[in-house]
């Protein structure tokens, strides 16, 4: 079956200028998660979606760094203003559910974002 | 908070030989994944470990959890070139945030 989608692939952008990212999760999986990978800071967990309940946003860098899920499926994580050090590769995952046997992140192919 | 530490951090093997890579954290958690990153590519999972003591394989890959020790390895054996890529792991902090190590980056050299 189809797995997690993401897009665009690549993106460039000027500083100051806001982004949109977008996630397909597989369908049927419950849970989506947004991590971000770059050289100096590795793979961090940005935020996550269990269903209907309140996201788990503990891990966004900073108030310009938002995502909302609609449906229950798709996600759009937005970057206001972005600087510089936004760059980096913005990696979306999914699973069935947190229960045991269904927690396995299935990850997207990522988003390549260069801020200019 | 959750620090998970890899070692080593680069590996160059030769085909054939055995190595281990290590992954080491900080607090309890019962729940560790390894993943494998190709070049330009996302990750991949490899193992899911639930509990003290799990063990799971895969090929020429065998991984290990032991919850006591808060230590999981991931052991490989007689590499082969198209092993060549990077590993990590990463722990459950909480409700699935995972907490990934640095990863290990594994070249077999034929």
Known sequence: GAGV??????KV???GKDVELRCDP???????????????????????FQGNSAPDKSGLPSDRFSAERTGGSVSTLTIQR???EDSAVYLCASSFSY?????????????RLLVL | ELKVEQNPLFLSMQEGKNYTIYCNY???????????????????????LLSNGAVKQEGRLMASLDTKARLSTLHI?????????????????????LVFGAGTILRVKS
Do not use: M
């Not at chain 1, 229960?99 to 988003?111: A, C, D, K, L, N």
């Not at chain 2, 054996?77 to 945030?97: M, Q, W």
């Open chain 2, 77 to 97: 054996t007689a590499a082969v070139h198209d092993l060549s890529a990077t590993y990590f792991c990463a722990v459950d902090e909480y409700g699935n945030k």
């Open chain 1, 13 to 15: 952008t000027e500083k």
């Open chain 1, 26 to 48: 597989i369908s049927g999986h419950t849970a989506l998660y947004w991590y971000r990978q770059s050289l100096g800071q590795g793979l961090e967990f940005l935020i996550y």
């Open chain 1, 99 to 111: 229960s045991r046997g269904q927690e396995t992140q299935y990850f997207g192919p990522g988003t």
């Open chain 1, 82 to 84: 972005t600087q510089q």
């Open chain 2, 26 to 48: 900080s607090t309890t958690s019962d729940r560790l994944y390894w993943y494998r990153q190709d070049p330009g590519k996302s990750l991949e999972s490899l193992f899911v």
């Open chain 1, 5 to 10: 989608s993401q897009s665009p692939s690549n």
